[in-house]
Nanobody, 117 residues
Framework: VQLVESGGGLVQPGGSLRLSCAAS????????MSWYRQAPGKERELVAS????????NYAASVKGRFTISRDNAKNTVYLQMNSLKPDDTAVYYC???????????WGKGTLVTVSS
C-alpha cells in the first residue's frame, strides 16, 4: 500500500498550488480520502475530505472558499487545489485514506508547502 503526495513547494502569498496524492495497493474507490496538514509546533489538522464516490466534500473553516478537494477514481488520485494561499497555510500536507468496514487507515509521508514572500 502506498500514498504518495506531490506538488508541494514554495509559493508567494496569494499564489496557488495543486497537490496530488497517488494511491496504490488498495481499492481506492472504496475509501474516503482526506488532506491533513501539520504546521511546525502545531497538531495535525483536517483540511478537507471527500467521499469515496466524490459526491460529498467538507472543509475546515480556515480553507473554505480557497481550497478544493477532488478525486479521479480511474487514476487512483486525490487532489487539493489551493488558491489565495496565506503564510498560515505553511505546513506539511498529508494524504489519508479511510474505510470503515472493515476499518482500514493509510497515511502518506507528506509534502511541504511553504507560503512566503
Amino acid at each position: 500500500v502506498q500514498l504518495v503526495e506531490s506538488g508541494g513547494g514554495l509559493v508567494q502569498p496569494g499564489g496557488s498550488l495543486r497537490l496530488s496524492c497517488a494511491a496504490s495497493g488498495f481499492t481506492f474507490s472504496t475509501y474516503r480520502m482526506s488532506w491533513y496538514r501539520q504546521a511546525p509546533g502545531k497538531e495535525r489538522e483536517l483540511v478537507a475530505s471527500i467521499s469515496s464516490d466524490g459526491g460529498s466534500t467538507n472543509y475546515a473553516a480556515s480553507v473554505k472558499g480557497r481550497f478544493t478537494i477532488s478525486r479521479d477514481n480511474a487514476k487512483n488520485t486525490v487532489y487539493l487545489q489551493m488558491n489565495s494561499l496565506k503564510p498560515d497555510d505553511t505546513a506539511v500536507y498529508y494524504c489519508k485514506a479511510v474505510r470503515n468496514v472493515p476499518t482500514m487507515t493509510y497515511w502518506g509521508k507528506g509534502t511541504l508547502v511553504t507560503v512566503s514572500s
